[in-house]
C-alpha cells in the first residue's frame, strides 16, 4: 500500500503496491508498508520525501516506522507544513517546495519538533500527556485539578464524543456541541447510577457526515431535518450496537429520527432501562435480547 499526498497537504488517494523501494521518483510524501518475510513481521513503513521535481529521485524521510504510529508521522509532515510552508503563492503550495527551500536535514528537524510533542489529542477528544514519570503523576494530577481538567466523572460522560456542529460548520445541521452539554446536564441530574454503566460510547454528529463517528458509537445520533407543521426543524437519527474490536467491528444499525429537543430524555430513558434489564452487564447482549421491539418502542413517544 503506498499513501500519497495530492495537490493539498492532506491525503488524497490510496493505492494498494508491492513495495519498491527502487522506485522514489514521486514528489511527495510516500508511505511503502513492507510487510516482511511471508508477512510474519508485524508491518512497518517506509516514509519518503522529495525535495525536488517529479524527475528527481527522492530521499528517505524516516527508515521504518511502525504501522500503528503512521498516523502520526503524516500529522507531523502536516503541521511542519502549515507552520514553514509557503501560503503567499499558490502554486507553491506543495510539500516539495518547503522541503526544497530549506533542505532535507532542516526539514527532517522541523518534522521532528512536530512528531515528538508531549501533547496528542485522541479520537476520543481527550488528550495524551507522554513521557510523564510515575514518580510525577501526584504532582501533575494536582496541576490538572487546579485548572479543572481532572474532575472525576463516570465514564460515559468521558466518553462523549461530539462534532463542532452548526455553530461552526458549514455543513452542520445540528448544534450537536450543544446537544452533547444537555446530554451531560441530563444524565448527571438523572439519579441513574452512571458508574454501571461503564465506558459506553455516546457519539454525536451534526449532521449524517460521520466527524462525530456515529456509525461507531453503542449509542450514535446524527443530525437531521424534518418539516413539522410546515416549518423545517432539526432532529437526530438514531442509530444503536456500534461495536469497536479487532476483527469484529460492526456498525450501528440506525433505529428511527427523533426531534433534537428530546434526545436528552430519550438517552436517559434508554439507558434507565439497560440498567433495569437482566443484561445489564453486556450492551451488545441487552439489544440483541431485546431486538427491534426495545429499539422502536422507546422512540415511539417521540
Excluded at 490510496?14 to 511527495?28: A, E, G, I
Excluded at 468521558?158 to 451531560?184: D, P, Y
Aim: hydrophobic share 40%; proline share 5%; net charge positive.
Amino acid at each position: 500500500m503506498a499513501l500519497f499526498v495530492g495537490k493539498c497537504i492532506l491525503p488524497r488517494r490510496l493505492r494498494n503496491s508491492s513495495p519498491d523501494y527502487s522506485n522514489r521518483t514521486s514528489p511527495k510524501l510516500s508511505l511503502l508498508v513492507d510487510d516482511g518475510a511471508g508477512g510474519q513481521r508485524p508491518r512497518q513503513e517506509l516514509a519518503i520525501v522529495s525535495g525536488k521535481l517529479a524527475a528527481a529521485a527522492a530521499e528517505f524521510l524516516e527508515e521504518f516506522v511502525p504501522a500503528s504510529q503512521r498516523h502520526l508521522v503524516v500529522e507531523a509532515i502536516k503541521r511542519a507544513f502549515d507552520q514553514h510552508g509557503s501560503r503567499k503563492d499558490r502554486h507553491k503550495v506543495r510539500l516539495r517546495f518547503l522541503v526544497e527551500r530549506v533542505g532535507l536535514e532542516a526539514f527532517r528537524e522541523l518534522y521532528r519538533e512536530q512528531l515528538d510533542q508531549p501533547v496528542r489529542a485522541t479520537q476520543s477528544q481527550n488528550l495524551a500527556l507522554r513521557w510523564v514519570r510515575e514518580d510525577e503523576l501526584p504532582a501533575l494530577h494536582a496541576r490538572l485539578l487546579r485548572l479543572g481538567l481532572a474532575d472525576s466523572q463516570p465514564l460515559v460522560l468521558q466518553h462523549l464524543v461530539a462534532c463542532t456542529g452548526a455553530s461552526t460548520c458549514r455543513l452542520g445541521i445540528c448544534l450537536s456541541r450543544e446537544l452533547a452539554t444537555a446530554i451531560v446536564s441530563t444524565l448527571s441530574r438523572s439519579g441513574l447510577d452512571l458508574d454501571r454503566l461503564g465506558p459506553l460510547r455516546v457519539n454525536i454528529s451534526g449532521c449524517p457526515n460521520s466527524c462525530g463517528r456515529h456509525p461507531l458509537g453503542q449509542v450514535g445520533l446524527a443530525g437531521a431535518v424534518r418539516r413539522v407543521n410546515g416549518r423545517l426543524a432539526p432532529h437526530y437519527t438514531v442509530l444503536l450496537g456500534g461495536h469497536l474490536e479487532e476483527g469484529k467491528t460492526s456498525l450501528a444499525a440506525v433505529k428511527g429520527t427523533i426531534p433534537a429537543g428530546t434526545v436528552p430524555a430519550f438517552i436517559e430513558r434508554l439507558l434507565a432501562a439497560w440498567l433495569q434489564s437482566d443484561q445489564r452487564h453486556d450492551w451488545s447482549a441487552f439489544l440483541e435480547a431485546q431486538g427491534e421491539q426495545f429499539a422502536w418502542e422507546p422512540l415511539a413517544p417521540y
